[in-house]
């Protein structure tokens, strides 16, 4: 089955503490994202990749950090969490960049920082 | 600064009743501006996808409108369905920034008995 997965699915951690949420796509995706969504906000976009090794800041990308050593995975990377970072966060991915693909995304991360 | 909002922010209706979320937009110039439903604890699935020519696209009992001249788009849904409960965000796409997508609040419909 085609799809995106995140993992976790729900964490609670604690102020400072490095945290990895990882994404993965088996569709051969060259562009991946993350977003986060927080009640009252639409959607924003934290970091992208336009295909391995290649990534960009997106809206909100402070505390974030990002790679893409494979094409198929996309973790994102929180060094020292903060409360502010409690969202849910959702990555996507999509055929290539241009604004026509479509994007699909994973069931989301909830995500606690005390 | 870019802007999509949705209205109203939540709305219940009687199953199989018709409903109308509305959509307006800031964005400018765009490539394309979609429609998507997002049931709890999911992520967002693509209903509808449409250019600023286009005047309307249905999906099934989903029918999207877009006026370009007034920034305004609506999502129509026809016979609602218990399934039809969750939250649907419009969201803009930029001309030019590959991947640039503005998303609306969204609106979160419950379709009750």
């Known amino acids: 089955e085609a799809q995106v997965t995140q993992n976790p699915r729900y964490l609670i951690t604690v102020t400072g503490k490095k945290l990895t949420v990882t994404c993965s796509q088996n569709?051969?995706?060259?562009?991946m994202s993350w977003y986060r969504q927080d009640p009252g906000l639409g959607l924003r976009q934290i970091y992208y990749s336009m295909n391995v090794e290649v990534t960009d800041k997106g809206d909100v990308p402070e505390g974030y950090k990002v790679s893409r050593k494979e094409k198929r995975n996309f973790p994102l990377i929180l060094e020292s969490p903060s409360p502010n970072q409690t969202s849910l966060y959702f990555c996507a991915s999509s055929l290539a960049s241009g604004s026509w693909e479509t994007q699909y995304f994973g069931p989301g991360t909830r995500l606690l920082v005390l | 600064k870019n802007q999509v909002e949705q209205s109203p922010q939540s709305l219940i209706i009687l199953e199989g009743k018709n409903c109308t979320l509305q959509c307006n937009y800031t964005v400018s110039p765009f490539s394309n501006l979609r429609w998507y439903k997002q049931d709890t604890g999911r992520g967002p699935v693509s209903l509808t996808i449409m250019t600023f020519s286009e005047n309307t696209k249905s999906n099934g009992r989903y029918t999207a409108t877009l006026d370009a001249d007034t920034k305004q788009s609506s999502l129509h849904i026809t016979a609602s369905q218990l399934s039809d409960s969750a939250s649907y965000i419009c969201v803009v796409i930029h001309t030019g920034t590959a991947s640039k997508l503005t998303f609306g609040t969204g609106t979160r419909l419950q379709v009750t008995l």
């Open positions: 569709m051969n995706h060259e562009y």
